[in-house]
């Protein structure tokens, strides 16, 4: 990447474009350049090589972004300098020039180190769950509507950074950390809109790692 930064967001879209945004440069604040490093630069990756993508509606880390079709964005909450936690929530359309985020209805609950994914066939829904500010409240934003409602909360609290993968027009929440390290495996079943936790586990209890859907099996 050209910049160094951790807390960052990172999506893959459906035709193969990564996005990297946000996050804090630690050697920036090390070096006292500014007293929080927080980062609003995003970079995409094409052909094995870093250009400079979007710029994010503001400096933040530890946020949630995920591609919704291979040319709209969606930005929630994480750590801002001001206030703090955020609610905020922002679309973009990558096809309109300049590119400019928009602000829809924010979170009903501010948090940061959450996950967000979007469910169903017709892609139609994005579903925030965990987090710092969140625990186990999940909220879905509709996309045709505009607006917010509550989701099936989760059986446990997850506080902090667990992965999530898509699966079966739905995705998987992994692990986590709640005042312990996490290793369950919960499935949102799209059908019922319940969650499932299935009889698998991670053997090493873990957050703050990664998850990429491989063929049909899963890279943590």
Not at 91 to 111: E, G, I
Not at 130 to 155: A, I, K, M, R, Y
């Amino acid at each position: 990447m050209n910049i160094p930064r951790q807390y960052s967001s990172a999506t893959l879209s459906p035709n193969g474009t990564w996005i990297v945004a946000g996050g804090e440069d630690y050697l920036r604040k090390f070096r006292r350049e500014d007293n929080l490093g927080f980062l609003d630069s995003t970079e995409l990756l094409r052909d094995q090589a870093f250009d400079i993508g979007p710029v994010l509606p503001g400096m933040m880390r530890s946020h949630c972004l995920t591609w919704i079709n291979n040319t709209h964005l969606f930005l929630t909450g994480g750590m801002v300098p001001s206030p703090g936690k955020s609610n905020r929530a922002y679309l973009l359309d990558t096809t309109l020039y300049p590119l400019a985020w928009q602000p829809v209805a924010s979170m009903q609950n501010t948090r940061y180190s959450h996950t967000c994914q979007v469910v169903g066939r017709d892609r139609k829904q994005i579903v925030i769950t965990s987090g710092f500010g969140g625990g186990s409240l999940v909220e879905v934003f509709d996309l045709d509507s505009g607006t917010w409602s509550t989701g099936p909360e989760l059986p446990t609290t997850i506080n902090w950074y667990p992965g999530s993968v898509p699966y079966r027009d739905s995705f998987l929440l992994i692990g986590g950390y709640n005042y312990e390290y996490m290793n369950q495996l919960l499935w949102l079943d799209p059908s019922s809109f319940s969650w499932t936790k299935l009889n698998q586990t991670l053997k090493t209890r873990r957050n703050m790692f990664a998850t990429m859907l491989v063929d049909d099996s899963y890279c943590l």
